[in-house]
């Protein structure tokens, strides 16, 4: 089992840049695949970008391609998502996720463990 503390959110102007951190404990974390998922009010949860167990694959939604960056770091148990450009339309609440193995998929209910959220608000 792995327990998950999302962090990083906040209120950024559109355009500006906001670094999502997620802690894990528990279990060894490499031996997960990770995801970031998102959902804003009134709208289904969306996979947002996932990573492999030694970030060997990343896969991201066309929402982020090109302006958010996944990444991991096995020895500290945290992954990341750096996002850039940010848009109003960006505006949910950020989960993430683990589930055993190395594939990464896009279906939220393939995913064990679950963070809390963070919040993240981009006003135009």
């Known amino acids: 089992q792995v327990q998950l503390v999302e962090s990083g959110g906040g209120l950024v102007q559109a355009g500006g840049s906001l670094r999502l951190s997620c802690a894990a404990s528990?279990?060894?974390?490499?031996?997960?695949?990770m995801g970031w998922f998102r959902q804003a009010p009134g709208k289904e949860r969306e996979f947002v970008a996932g990573i492999n167990r030694y970030s060997l694959s990343v896969y991201y939604a066309d929402s982020g391609k090109g302006r958010f960056t996944i990444s991991r770091d096995n020895a500290k148990n945290t992954m990341y998502l750096q996002m850039n450009s940010l848009k109003p339309e960006d505006t949910a609440v950020y989960y993430c996720a683990a589930r055993p193995g190395i594939r990464i998929v896009a279906g939220w209910d393939e995913y064990d463990y679950w963070g809390q959220g963070t919040q993240v608000t981009v006003s135009s």
């Open positions: 528990g279990r060894t974390f490499s031996t997960y695949t």
